[in-house]
């Protein structure tokens, strides 16, 4: 994809260049934009079936994530497997 763009850039700090990438296939250390302000690392992943925002179930992914860069937050985030994801560059 040659969607690659730059995010993230102050004056005091790096920019990081991001990419659309399709979740399948997901790799652990995988890292990826989970909000304007976190950069999350792949801990763990599961496809299945889940339930998605529209109140159906659809084959997904499971994504476990932990921030990078030394920040305490983590969590679970869904997504379709059709769904794309900003993946930092780097790791596409």
């Known amino acids: ?12 700090g790096p920019s990081i260049t991001t990419e659309p ?12 934009i989970v909000d ?4 999350g690392e792949v801990v ?10 529209n109140g159906q179930r659809a084959p997904g992914v499971s994504i476990q994530w932990r921030a990078a860069g030394g920040h305490t937050s983590s969590g679970v985030i869904f997504r379709r497997v059709t769904d794309e994801i900003l993946k930092v560059a780097a790791d596409v």
Not at 1 to 12: E, K, V
Not at 36 to 39: D, F, G, R, V, Y
């Open 1 to 12: 994809m040659n969607d690659a763009h730059t995010d993230g850039g102050w004056i005091s």
């Open 21 to 32: 990438a399709e979740t399948r296939p997901l790799r652990l250390g995988n890292h990826f």
């Open 36 to 39: 304007e302000q976190t950069i």
């Open 44 to 53: 763990s992943f599961t496809y299945g079936s889940f339930w998605m925002d």
